[in-house]
Every structure is written in structure tokens, then in C-alpha cells.
């Protein structure tokens, strides 16, 4: 199974971004995704996760911004960030899990700066 994130950029403060992740197999029976994201010189945060049946989290500090969906006919998870902060900044990472194994993307990077 491989993952493949994209979408990220250089943005000012205040734009909007959307996050893909395309999976080489099928999404509609995956146990659960998510994306995270590391900052320079902190650790990988969870972002946001959705469940099988569509169930959503988020961090505090992106939720209202931040949405995560799914498009099964693509096998593709995406991350729409709206308002975007400088403290957003970092590499974001997709996860996605089918039955016991996890994998990840390999991450795209998320500069937000005036």
C-alpha cells in the first residue's frame, strides 16, 4: 500500500490550502485516517482523524479550519485548511489504516508566511 500527499505550498496568512492523499487501494474499507503534522523541532501532532463511518476529530487549534474527508470513488483523503496560521507551518502527514496495519505518506510541507 502506498500514500501519496500533496497540495502543500508556500501561503500568506489567511489563505486556504487542501491537503490530498491518494492510496493505491480501495479507502471505503479502511478502519481509520488521519492527518499530522511536525513543526520544526517539535514533535508529530495529531491534526485530524476520521473514522469508517465518517466520524471526525480534530486538535483545538484547527478546529473551524480545518476539515478532513474522503472520496472513495478516488481513494483519496484530503485536509482542506482554511485561515491559515503561521503556526500552522509544518510537514503534514497522511495516515490511513486497513485492519491491524497503518501506513503513512510522505509527508508535504506547509509554509504559511507573509
Known amino acids: 500500500v502506498q500514500l501519496q500527499a500533496s497540495g502543500g505550498g508556500l501561503v500568506q496568512p489567511g489563505s486556504s490550502l487542501r491537503l490530498s492523499c491518494a492510496a493505491s487501494?480501495?479507502?471505503?474499507?479502511?478502519?481509520?485516517a488521519g492527518w499530522y503534522r511536525q513543526a520544526p523541532g517539535k514533535e508529530r501532532e495529531l491534526v485530524a482523524t476520521?473514522?469508517?463511518?465518517?466520524?471526525?476529530n480534530y486538535a483545538g487549534s484547527v478546529k473551524g479550519r480545518f476539515t478532513i474527508s474522503r472520496d472513495n470513488a478516488r481513494n483519496t483523503l484530503y485536509l482542506q485548511m482554511n485561515d491559515l496560521k503561521p503556526e500552522d507551518t509544518a510537514v503534514y502527514y497522511c495516515?490511513?489504516?486497513?485492519?491491524?496495519?497503518?501506513?503513512w505518506g510522505q509527508g508535504t510541507l506547509v509554509t504559511v508566511s507573509s
Open positions: 495516515s490511513v489504516s486497513w485492519s491491524i496495519d497503518t501506513y
Open positions: 487501494t480501495n479507502t471505503f474499507n479502511m478502519r481509520g
Open positions: 476520521m473514522t469508517n463511518i465518517g466520524s471526525t
